[in-house]
T-cell receptor
Framework: KAGVTQTPRYLIKTRGQQVTLSCSPI?????VSWYQQTPGQGLQFLFEYFSETQRNKGNFPGRFSGRQFSNSRSEMNVSTLELGDSALYLC??????????????FGEGSWLTVV | AQSVTQLGSHVSVSEGALVLLRCNYSSSVPPYLFWYVQYPNQGLQLLLKYTSAATLVKGINGFEAEFKKSETSFHLTKPSAHMSDAAEYFC???????????FGTGTRLQVTL
């Protein structure tokens, strides 16, 4: 069974540009969450989608957005990139509603460098 | 609201020695607790989780953790460290209807010969 798949794995963008990251959850999983990992701030929750609806959002500016498609695949977008957006972006999926005790599985992440 | 405190950002043990990584949590509701491991340039891999079924939880790679409500702790242990255990370990909590994981700051485990 394939795990959580994230693309691209590595990318370099220039300040002011925008970026879209993609995530394919484990087959059958309907909840997708996104996290940002940086050396300074650690692992921080961005948002969670369940059945195409955003259920929860972390404390990030509106430049960070996401969506989920009917096949549970998800994308996140960051507009007007800043140097501080350089991070590892992790996607996670769970079988059901992530508010339960369902295990949350993570992908390998997308490494974003903003120059 | 939930929070996690991991004591010790770096822990060094000899190969074959006991591994003990500390995690204390705060939660206003009964928590779900998780330990994840991250190897260099990789994502997070679940080691084990506590969901109230049993206070002693066994995970992969010989790791286990004990939930102690009175101490609000969920420490991770392994009887005998192996070189391949060198990685960063994260404790995380999820409480009640919250759908997000709140992570600790991580503990980097070094295993020496």
């Amino acid at each position: 069974k394939a795990g959580v798949t994230q693309t691209p794995r590595y990318l370099i963008k220039t300040r002011g540009q925008q970026v879209t990251l993609s995530c394919s959850p484990i087959s059958g999983h309907r909840s997708v969450s996104w996290y940002q990992q940086t050396p300074g701030q650690g692992l921080q929750f961005l948002f969670e989608y369940f059945s195409e609806t955003q259920r929860n959002k972390g404390n990030f500016p509106g430049r960070f957005s996401g969506r989920q498609f009917s096949n549970s695949r998800s994308e996140m977008n960051v507009s007007t990139l800043e140097l501080g957006d350089s991070a590892l972006y992790l996607c996670a999926s769970s079988l059901g509603d992530a508010s339960s005790g369902n295990t949350i599985y993570f992908g390998e992440g997308s490494w974003l460098t903003v120059v | 609201a939930q929070s996690v405190t991991q004591l010790g950002s770096h822990v060094s043990v000899s190969e074959g020695a006991l591994v003990l990584l500390r995690c204390n949590y705060s939660s206003s509701v009964p928590p779900y607790l998780f330990w994840y491991v991250q190897y260099p340039n990789q994502g997070l891999q679940l080691l084990l989780k506590y969901t109230s079924a049993a206070t002693l939880v066994k995970g992969i790679n010989g790791f286990e953790a004990e939930f102690k409500k009175s101490e609000t702790s969920f420490h991770l242990t392994k009887p005998s460290a192996h070189m391949s255990d060198a990685a960063e370990y994260f404790c995380a909590v999820k409480g009640g209807t919250a759908s997000k994981l709140t992570f600790g700051t991580g503990t980097r485990l070094q295993v020496t010969l």
